[in-house]
């Protein structure tokens, strides 16, 4: 099942995109007040012109934003967008000033000259500064809009990026696994194959530890991850199945501290290793020998060790060291883990091989 993949959030409400550029308008209103005290020259009227400043600035670019988020949300606007908006602007700007003016005598106890004396060259060049300030408001707001929108695609393609990563490597892992399970049964069943006729009696012991091991593993196969307490009993259903097959030629060991037995790994991750032991070092040899699997935690790592006393690596090191047992596991530990695993195939004493997994120890939540 395909994973869906989440990308940008919904839009905020209006009212708060609304009241966040407010505030930017508000620090640009008295940003003014101050360049206007400084070229006039007179400090002292720096609480004054702050007052009219943030009144007629706030004013006005709450009419023109108000009416771009209402009928100008779009990311990109052409000439038949602007013109109009540029309209709402024009008319804004002269009703802002004056009402904010209204709002600035109130709150300073001034009387407010009348509308037949308000127009003055004084106050017309200020309604045409108050049209600059909202004009480079809105070029800011877009500006800032765009650069928002270009974070968030890049954060949704990244997003996207890391969910068909994720869905390769899990499509990169099942073919691996995938690669385990048909090896297995199919030497089992040949092996079943050949017993019916010789030894129906044995037949029928290995065909009853086959349905165990099956049902220690079906489930786990298809899970992501197992516990080591589960993967353990996995291995002792396989050798089970293996000692029906080498009878007393085959002797096993597990070792699993009760510390150790919540720990998470990937599924079937011992078995191939297990079955290369066998199959490559105890089978071939005449007496047969002993496996042991032990895990130990060290170092805030989970080490799990795989040793055989069978032919070990000097009569067939090309298939000790590869085929799909060590290099399966290797690759499905380098996908998973990358550099946060490893696996080290290395020579038993006195006889034998020894396969040492190193990876992070995980435990259930």
């Known amino acids: 099942m395909s994973q869906a993949i989440t990308t940008s959030p919904p839009p905020r409400p209006r009212l708060m995109r609304l009241l966040e550029d407010l505030r930017l308008a508000f620090g640009i209103s008295a940003l003014v007040a101050v360049v206007i005290t400084l070229v006039v020259g007179k400090?002292?009227?720096?609480?004054?012109?702050?007052?009219?400043?943030v009144?007629?600035?706030?004013?006005?670019?709450?009419v023109v934003d108000g009416a771009r988020l209402l009928w100008w949300d779009r990311a990109e606007w052409t000439a038949r967008q602007w013109l109009p908006f540029i309209g709402v602007m024009l008319l804004a700007a002269p009703l802002a000033h004056y009402t904010g003016m209204r709002i600035g005598f109130a709150i300073m106890g001034y009387t407010m000259p009348s509308l037949r004396d308000y127009p003055s060259a004084g106050r017309i060049s200020m309604v045409v500064l108050t049209f600059g300030v909202i004009t480079a408001m809105v070029v800011l707001i877009r500006h800032r809009d765009r650069l928002r929108r270009i974070r968030q695609e890049h954060a949704d393609a990244r997003l996207r990026t890391e969910v068909i990563e994720r869905q390769a490597l899990q499509a990169q892992l099942r073919l691996l696994q995938a690669q385990i399970e048909p090896h297995m049964l199919f030497n089992t069943l040949a092996n079943l194959q050949g017993?019916?006729?010789l030894d129906p009696d044995r037949a029928s012991r290995m065909l009853d530890q086959l349905i165990q091991y099956?049902?220690?593993?079906?489930?786990?196969?298809?899970?992501?991850?197992?516990?080591?307490?589960?993967e353990f009993a996995a291995m002792e259903?396989?050798?089970?199945l293996m000692g029906v097959r080498m009878g007393e030629r085959l002797a096993s060991r597990l070792q699993l501290p009760e510390s150790l037995r919540a720990v998470r790994l990937p599924p079937m991750l011992l078995q191939p290793l297990v079955e290369n032991a066998i199959?490559?070092?105890?089978?071939?040899?005449i007496e047969g020998g002993?496996?042991?699997?032990?895990?130990?935690?060290?170092?805030?790592?989970?080490?799990?060790?795989?040793?055989?006393?069978?032919?070990?690596?000097?009569?067939?090191?090309?298939?000790?060291?590869?085929?799909?047992?060590?290099?399966t596991t290797r690759e499905r530990l380098r996908a998973i883990y990358g550099d946060g695993a490893a696996i080290v195939l290395a020579p038993n004493k006195p006889q034998g091989a020894i396969v040492r997994l190193t990876l992070p120890l995980e435990t259930t939540a």
């Open 43 to 53: 400090p002292a009227l720096l609480y004054e012109q702050l007052v009219f400043s």
């Open 55 to 62: 009144c007629i600035g706030v004013l006005a670019f709450a």
């Open 195 to 197: 017993l019916i006729a």
């Open 214 to 230: 099956l049902r220690a593993t079906l489930g786990a196969t298809r899970s992501e991850s197992t516990t080591l307490a589960q």
């Open 237 to 240: 259903a396989y050798l089970g």
């Open 279 to 285: 199959i490559h070092g105890l089978e071939p040899k």
């Open 290 to 327: 002993e496996i042991a699997i032990a895990a130990e935690a060290r170092d805030g790592l989970l080490e799990i060790t795989v040793r055989d006393t069978g032919l070990g690596l000097k009569d067939k090191p090309e298939t000790r060291g590869g085929g799909v047992g060590v290099a």
